[in-house]
């Protein structure tokens, strides 16, 4: 758990962000991409492919932080990679950046396992992530990194061989190691997402 005081100009702190923030979506979809690269090498049984698929998508969230209770707005980039054999692994990036009050904002860089099943055109889903979890405190005084664990389920609807509607995707956080103490959040997101491979 680190924290520090930021400095510099307002500009300058948020162009930074911006440019780190980038550099970390690309490098979550690199590796997603990566990793089927990796799995469509494999040999696979004769009597079942095992194939994989490699989905990338946005949506818009909705959360609610314990800290202060507050109720804010953001976007999400995430990668799945699923397997007809209904695992697959999840990697998303969240920034809830809009209806700040006091300068608060959270971003979390998740990653993790998924869980699915096809009913019909619906996609029913589980899934189990953790990662890094970064939190500006009230006014700019300070910044921290911590753990976060999510669990999370949702339900993607399929509107053809390559495009899904995120109908909804429910996200529990828990930040064990936050600063005043174990903090949760916990929201909703809905959005597209895109078949790549």
């Avoid at 980038?22 to 991409?33: F, Y």
């Avoid at 990697?91 to 979390?108: P, S």
């Avoid at 061989?161 to 949760?184: C, I, K, L, N």
């Amino acid at each position: 758990m680190k924290k520090f005081l930021k400095t510099g100009t307002g500009d300058d702190r948020r162009l930074s962000k911006l440019i780190r923030n980038l550099l970390r979506i690309t490098l979550m979809l690199a590796l997603g991409c990566s990793a089927m690269r990796l799995a469509e090498a494999q040999v696979a049984e004769s009597a079942d492919a095992g194939r994989a698929f490699v989905w990338v998508g946005a949506s818009g969230s909705g959360y609610t932080l314990q800290y202060g209770q507050r109720k804010m707005l953001g976007v999400t980039a995430f990668v799945d990679s699923d397997t007809i054999r209904h695992f697959g692994i999840e990697g998303e990036c969240r920034m809830l950046e809009f209806h700040q009050t006091q300068n608060v904002h959270a971003e979390t860089y998740l990653g993790g396992v998924r869980y699915h099943f096809n009913v019909g055109r619906f996609q029913p889903y589980a899934k189990g992530l953790a990662g890094l979890g970064e939190f500006n405190f009230t006014y700019n005084y300070a910044h921290g990194s911590y753990l976060v664990i999510a669990p999370g389920a949702g339900i993607d609807y399929r509107l053809s061989r390559r495009v899904s509607v995120r109908a909804v995707d429910f996200e529990y956080q828990y930040w064990p190691q936050f600063t005043f103490g174990a903090m949760s959040s916990v929201g909703i997101s809905t959005g597209l997402r895109f078949r790549v491979f």
